[in-house]
């Protein structure tokens, strides 16, 4: 068997909308973020969802409260699934944190962490995924270095290709996590 993930971003930011990257600062939804989000759990609440992860970020867990008020199903926050970390960056405008990326795929940023450590935080969470939830649907909201990270291990992109390529929002991704994950090395 296997596990059907669907993939949201956090819904808008107050951030978002001001041209700044958030990195580990909490965040906080807009006006906008906070009706999308509730969106959001209109498409997702009636698909049979096992359990909804999330990030620990404040805009993450937020949009989470919003889309599914009554915790129906189980939210479960993760830190594993939290934004890349650009230290210093972290609330610079996203021009400046855009303009490191491609150098920051093994180098962390100062005082952050890599994309790659991002994908290897996301991969043990989906290591976890993959051997408590098989046979199970969920929903998995979470930020745009995740949803690389996802990419890079489920459908074996680039992250050096997708680190500078643009974001192109959407209402879901989906992905299939195979039993066992990742498959044994010989």
């Not at 915790?71 to 699934?81: F, K, N, V």
């Not at 610079?92 to 994309?115: L, N």
């Amino acid at each position: 068997m296997a596990v059907e993930i669907t993939f949201e971003t956090h819904s808008l930011t107050e951030d978002n909308e001001n041209g700044i990257a958030t990195g580990w600062l909490p965040g906080r939804l807009s006006a906008e973020g906070r009706r999308l989000a509730a969106e959001l759990g209109v498409r997702r609440r009636n698909t049979g969802l096992a359990a909804v992860f999330v990030s620990d970020l404040q805009r993450a867990v937020e949009t989470a409260q919003i889309a599914f008020p009554d915790a129906t199903p189980a939210i479960y926050q993760e830190s594993r699934l939290r934004e890349c970390d650009y230290g210093e960056l972290n609330g610079a405008p996203v021009g400046v944190v855009a303009a490191e990326r491609a150098r920051r795929i093994d180098t962390p940023y100062p005082g952050g962490q890599s994309y790659r450590q991002v994908i290897q935080a996301t991969g043990d969470f989906l290591r976890d995924l993959s051997a408590a939830w098989d046979g199970q649907r969920v929903l998995v909201i979470s930020h745009s270095a995740n949803k690389w990270a996802f990419d890079c291990l489920l459908t074996g992109a680039s992250i050096e290709t997708l680190v500078d390529a643009p974001f192109n929002w959407q209402e879901g991704w989906h992905y299939t996590l195979p039993k066992n994950w990742p498959a044994p090395t010989a």
